[in-house]
């Protein structure tokens, strides 16, 4: 069914907070309080009734500027403390309802937008005493800015803490003082890195740039801004900082010369050109290095109006929204009263790959996992691998050993399945064959607890059909992982005909809790990642019988925004287990589903892929990067039926209106629930570009109609070029997708 409803923005999760700050209140306000925590030091206490984080809406920012009406006016008051009254939670950040609502509002009211933010939080340094953000957990976006205007900023020092401008993510950048303020506090080059990779920083590395003053304990935060506001009180140091602060950045043209080349160099390499803001907000900066901070903040606000409500910024709210909702999702209809079963202990069955990925993916949150497999060899090797994995450390880029220490007692390896017994999910991961899944099950099942799940990792054949034969069906259901596992964020749950709703609800919340994104999808040949996958990997191999060339489609999926090309993700995939997907969709849809006769060519050969090290390209060279291949070449020949020149746009249509057919005959089927789980699961399963927004939020902004337009000249190709019931009714009644 097509989503009649707006999804709601993420808020951090947070509860009521106890600190010292128990003065006398002066005015309660809906999400804004003012208290004195000592006679000369006024609090302002952000906690939003019913909220699990602050935000900041017109409202509260309107609450806001009628206290520092009334602060600004004090000639007694030594400091200003500006708090949250939810723990781990400082602000995260503006509305993005509104932001939402506001996209069509001409650039000049962006400006206006941006000037009357920058206006309210500048007054934080203006003040006639010293202002301290006391920040404890979540602190972002409008957040972090309001806290950049405080003279000093002291955070907590614990592991939820978190400073950052993730505007970038949204196709903008910081709008209220973010890129004129920060450059002056932490410097020029700190500030470009924050703002342009919209990456937060911890505790300590904000007091080692110069970020925040000091890190405390979380049940210190409040006592030591007070201490510092006694300091600064005493010093005067924050009045100097203020003169500083509002003037040019004090830098050679040389240094800025070569931050600037630098800096997009990067930025070019890691956006492919795709996102905007990062270069819009690196040229800000470097622009306004010059100038005093009202004339920076002029330059910021006036970026900002290219940025808001563009293309890009809209595709990323959306993604955003789909993942927030995401969040919230059950799993099942709204109406359903479901409580999720507990999952304490997990078993994976299978050592390869997969069954790795997923163990550590459980091991890292703490969840003992049995690994079994048939082969000790191949057991011995799982178990190491897992422990490597979950003992990764970052910073010496290699295992750490507490870490080791930590995880190891949570894996056991064995050959016998009758260990998995006492777990509470036993998720089959072995090779893609239905007949030996069946027999696997028939062993495990009588070994199982009553209320055990049992679960399959299978990426293509049909969990009803694996089900035959249980004794209990309702627990039994799909939970399909994507490669790699550490990774890939996307985990679809299938419900076969018999899955119980509170079997879905349980593995959806098993999903959550180790980080992934579930989405429910009916059962049915490839699921949904994979029946809309194979369609456009297909016509790719079609494609080069028809005289394209590997480089130019592949090119053409790049240029698109794909993080590889089809081909190439051919050969990461596996070109065996590509031709066995395909005739399993061969099987289900013989009318519109094509056979490319290389890939049986490829591999009769013995050219599987990345791992056998050659397919459509070699990988026989140190960094195993795809690279032609002249003995590919001889292969193909003979397959090649016509030459033709295809351009870009040519390649790109072939690529992805069948992807765009296919969901919408998964949609007219009920695979999924909503359109929204398509083009989070195409995002988060495949790497379809964040920047379009999905594959059917893009289909909407071109219309059904220029779609239909579009399939006219592959009308020839026959029924997998053929539009669907929903696509003709949507051109006909001006019906989108998201409505």
């Not at 960094?623 to 030459?643: G, H, N």
């Not at 029924?719 to 006909?732: G, I, S, V």
Request: net charge negative; glycine share 8%; charged share 25%.
């Amino acid at each position: 069914m097509r989503n009649n409803g707006a999804p709601a923005p993420a808020l951090a999760p947070g509860c009521p907070h106890l600190s010292p700050f128990h003065g006398h209140d002066i005015m309660a306000a809906a999400t804004i309080t003012l208290s004195f925590p000592e006679d000369d030091i006024a609090a302002l206490t952000l906690d939003m009734p019913d909220k699990g984080a602050n935000i900041l809406s017109t409202p509260v920012l309107e609450e806001l500027d009628a206290h520092l009406k009334t602060l600004e006016t004090r000639k007694d008051l030594a400091g200003l403390i500006i708090r949250s009254g939810k723990p781990n939670m400082f602000i995260a950040g503006a509305d993005l309802r509104e932001f939402a609502a506001s996209l069509d509002i001409e650039a000049e009211e962006t400006v206006a937008m941006c000037r009357r933010g920058q206006t309210l939080f500048q007054r934080l340094s203006k003040t006639p005493f010293v202002t301290v953000a006391a920040i404890g957990g979540i602190c972002l976006g409008g957040g972090a800015e309001l806290a950049i205007w405080c003279d000093r900023r002291i955070l907590s020092n614990d592991d939820k803490t978190q400073f950052g401008f993730p505007e970038v993510k949204l196709g903008l950048m910081p709008g209220w003082g973010g890129t004129a303020r920060t450059p002056r506090i932490v410097g020029l080059s700190n500030a470009v890195e924050m703002v342009t990779s919209g990456e937060s920083v911890d505790a300590a590395t904000a007091v080692k740039m110069g970020l925040a003053t000091q890190a405390v304990a979380a049940d210190d935060l409040d006592a030591a801004a007070i201490r510092l506001v006694r300091a600064e009180q005493q010093s005067g140091e924050y009045r100097e900082d203020r003169q500083t602060y509002d003037a040019p950045i004090e830098i050679s043209e040389i240094e800025l010369m070569f931050l600037g080349a630098t800096a997009s160099g990067y930025i070019q390499q890691k956006t492919d050109g795709n996102y905007p803001a990062p270069i819009t907000a690196l040229e800000t900066m470097l622009g306004a290095a010059g100038v005093d901070i009202d004339a920076a903040c002029q330059m910021e606000a006036e970026a900002m109006g290219g940025l808001f409500g563009s293309p890009v910024n809209r595709a990323l709210l959306n993604v955003f929204f789909l993942t927030d909702r995401n969040k919230k999702d059950t799993g099942l209809a709204a109406t359903a009263e479901v409580t999720p079963g507990e999952i304490n202990s997990i078993a994976v069955v299978g050592a390869g790959i997969m069954g790795q990925g997923i163990t550590a993916a459980a091991v890292r949150r703490k969840i003992p996992a049995t690994i079994t497999d048939l082969s000790a060899e191949a057991l011995a090797v799982g178990v190491q691998k897992v422990l490597e994995e979950v003992s990764y450390n970052k910073k010496i880029k290699g295992a750490d050993v507490e870490r080791s220490v930590e995880y190891a007692p949570l894996i056991n390896g064995t050959t016998s399945p009758s260990e998995t017994a006492a777990c509470d999910l036993v998720i089959e991961a072995v090779v893609e064959r239905e007949d030996i899944k069946k027999q696997l099950y028939a062993e495990l099942e009588p070994l199982l607890a009553p209320e055990a799940i049992l679960a399959s990792n299978t990426s293509t054949i049909p969990i009803t059909r694996l089900a035959e034969g249980l004794k209990r069906p309702d627990r039994f259901a799909g939970l399909h992982f994507f490669n790699p596992v550490r990774k890939m964020p996307l985990v679809e749950v299938i419900r076969g005909e018999q899955t119980s709703d509170e079997t879905v609800a349980t593995l959806v919340a098993y999903a959550k809790r180790i980080g992934k994104s579930p989405i429910v999808v009916a059962d049915g040949p490839g699921f949904l990642v994979n029946r809309l996958l194979l369609p456009y990997m297909s016509e790719a191999a079609q494609l080069l019988t028809e005289g394209a060339s590997a480089k130019a489609i592949d090119r053409a999926a790049k240029k698109f925004g794909m993080p590889m090309g089809p081909l190439n993700l051919f050969d990461v995939v596996g070109l065996d287990t590509a031709l066995y997907a395909g005739a399993v969709m061969k099987e289900a849809f013989p009318e519109r589903v094509i056979e490319p006769a290389i890939l049986p060519a490829l591999v009769e050969a013995g050219r599987l892929g990345v791992k056998s090290g050659l397919g459509f390209y070699s990988y026989q060279n140190k960094k195993k990067r795809p690279q032609p291949d002249p003995e590919f070449d001889k292969l193909l020949a003979p397959l090649v039926t016509e030459e033709n020149d295809f351009n870009n746009a040519d390649l790109r249509s072939r690529l992805f209106l069948p992807m765009l057919l296919e969901a919408t005959r998964a949609l007219e089927e009920g695979i999924v629930r909503d359109v929204r789980d398509v083009d989070l699961a195409l995002i988060f399963g495949i790497g379809y570009p964040p920047f379009k927004g999905g594959l059917l939020f893009g289909s909407d902004v071109l219309g059904a109609e220029r779609i239909l337009e579009m399939l006219k000249p592959f009308e020839d190709l026959g029924p997998r070029y053929q539009p669907t019931e929903m696509l003709l009714n949507m051109a006909q009644t001006g019906e989108k997708f998201y409505q």
